[in-house]
């Protein structure tokens, strides 16, 4: 079988939309198949004025140790414009984590509706396990209350993968 078939194949397994993206250093991937058989944090944006707290997000998981991914949607941005969107993430974010800074132009309402997102402005963080079912989400800022609540999840989603 094929990555591209598999990728898709695991999306659909877990209700998501299979989204072909590019991160930051230019690689092409397959959204959410990359996840396949991980527990997984990322951090959505479907804005511009969600970029800057889903930033936040991702340098506090950083810090914590936690490997996320950024999800940024253009879909929304004039497609004129979108080349400069993305080179200007790509000067803002560190090295680290480019390889995990996905950017995508497609599927925007798909994950909006998958996630529950409903307020275009705020980053949504979900958590997902190992099969790639959504196990958890949350629309909002960071702050140390919903950090140990992504913290706690992660850490009982990894200890039923390895039982």
Not at 55 to 67: N, Q, V, Y
Not at 82 to 93: C, F, L
Request: contains cysteine; positive net charge; charged residues 25%.
């Amino acid at each position: 079988m094929s990555l591209a078939i598999a990728a898709s194949s695991y999306a659909a397994e877990a209700g998501l939309p299979s989204t072909h993206g590019e991160n930051l250093n230019g690689q092409q991937i397959e959204f959410p198949g990359v996840l396949q058989g991980k527990v997984s944090v990322c951090v959505f944006g479907f804005s511009k004025t969600a970029g800057d707290p889903a930033k936040a997000w991702m340098t506090r998981l950083e810090k914590e140790g936690i490997e996320a991914w950024s999800v940024a949607d253009l879909e929304g941005a004039p497609s004129l414009v979108r080349g400069m969107i993305k080179s200007s993430m790509r000067k803002g974010t560190s090295e680290s984590l480019r390889g995990r800074s996905l950017v995508l132009t497609k599927d925007e309402k798909a994950w909006k509706q998958a996630l529950g997102a409903t307020q275009p402005d705020l980053p949504v963080v979900a958590v997902f396990d190992s099969n790639g079912q959504t196990a958890w989400t949350y629309e909002g800022l960071v702050g140390a209350d919903v950090l140990k609540r992504v913290k706690a999840k992660l850490e009982s989603l990894k200890s039923l993968q390895t039982r």
